[in-house]
């Protein structure tokens, strides 16, 4: 049950945030300290969810025996998913600490001598996030989480389009809009954007655009005034903080973002999708 708190003097004291304003903040890290000792357990469980895709990326290093890519910013550390594995290989197995999807992953990973396919590991780490935080109970999070997984999907399938790879393998979850780009994709005609949700068509004509950092600026900016417009009743309540936290990680980004950093990240992006269609070539 969520529980409508509010944090005054927690809510009062924070910056105010401008997209692009170029000013130092205190890195992730030290916001979500500030966050852990200042929320309701419960609440700050609500926040954790949220860092959960760091913790995906690192259990694939983890499977990969790839120390050197681990992110700080999970919530779980190596020594978790070690003593993880050491439990699933015990006869008396008990609770481990890590989200149930990622124990399911681990277990059918256990034993398996090739090496981890990225994509499909990816995917199903994604989806078990998707449907963990769904059921999380938190209105915005439902709502915010929803956009975020429908603006990716829209990305992976113009990425797919132009790559000529398999559209399925990038697009995750199994809702209608999901299953709608996976059907126009298969059909390989020009298609019409389909108008549910209401804000597809704006995330098409945006990542459209060949300019990369300008496509992930606007891409921001639309994240941005999404969680303007779902949390403008909400007042130092959890989902006023969440939606902050959101944007607080947007200004993070773009202080780190640079002319020459946009052309390195689209350089890598398409290293690495071109990758997968070698691979999925001999699959």
């Keep these: 049950m969520i529980y409508n708190r509010r944090y005054y003097y927690l809510v009062a004291g924070f910056t105010d945030l401008v997209f692009d304003s170029g000013r130092g903040y205190p890195g992730l890290i030290e916001f979500r300290e500030e966050l852990k000792n200042n929320l309701h357990p419960s609440d700050y469980h609500l926040v954790s969810l949220l860092f959960l895709p760091y913790d995906n990326d690192n259990l694939i290093a983890f499977l990969e025996k790839r120390a050197d890519r681990w992110n700080p910013l999970g919530n779980y550390t190596m020594s978790d998913f070690e003593e993880e594995q050491k439990t699933m290989q015990s006869a008396f197995m008990k609770g481990g600490v890590i989200p ?10 256990a034993g398996e001598e090739q090496s981890v396919d990225r994509v499909a590991t990816w995917k199903t780490l994604t989806e078990g996030y998707l449907d963990l935080t769904l059921g999380s109970g938190s209105r915005f999070l439902n709502k915010w989480i929803c956009f975020d997984r429908d603006l990716r999907n829209i990305l992976a399938f113009l990425n ?22 996976i ?19 704006a995330i098409f004509r945006i990542a459209t655009d060949s300019r990369f950092l300008e496509k992930e600026r606007k891409l921001d900016l639309e994240r941005w005034n999404f969680i303007d417009s779902s949390t403008v009743f909400e007042y130092f309540t ?8 959101i944007r ?8 780190k973002l640079e002319p020459e950093t946009g052309k390195m990240m689209l350089q890598k992006l398409i290293d690495q999708m071109e990758v997968h269609a070698v691979s999925a070539r001999y699959k």
């Excluded at 959890?238 to 936290?245: A, E, R, V």
């Design 183 to 201: 059907s126009i994709f298969n059909s390989g005609k020009d298609f019409v954007i389909p108008q549910d949700p209401e804000y597809a068509s």
């Design 248 to 255: 607080y990680s947007i200004v993070l980004r773009w202080q």
């Design 238 to 245: 959890i989902d006023q903080i969440l939606g902050y936290l």
């Design 160 to 181: 797919a389009r132009e790559l000529n790879l398999n559209a399925a393998r990038y697009i995750t979850g199994n809702d209608k809009f999901a299953q709608d780009l």
């Design 100 to 109: 149930g999807y990622m124990t399911t992953l681990m277990a059918q990973s």
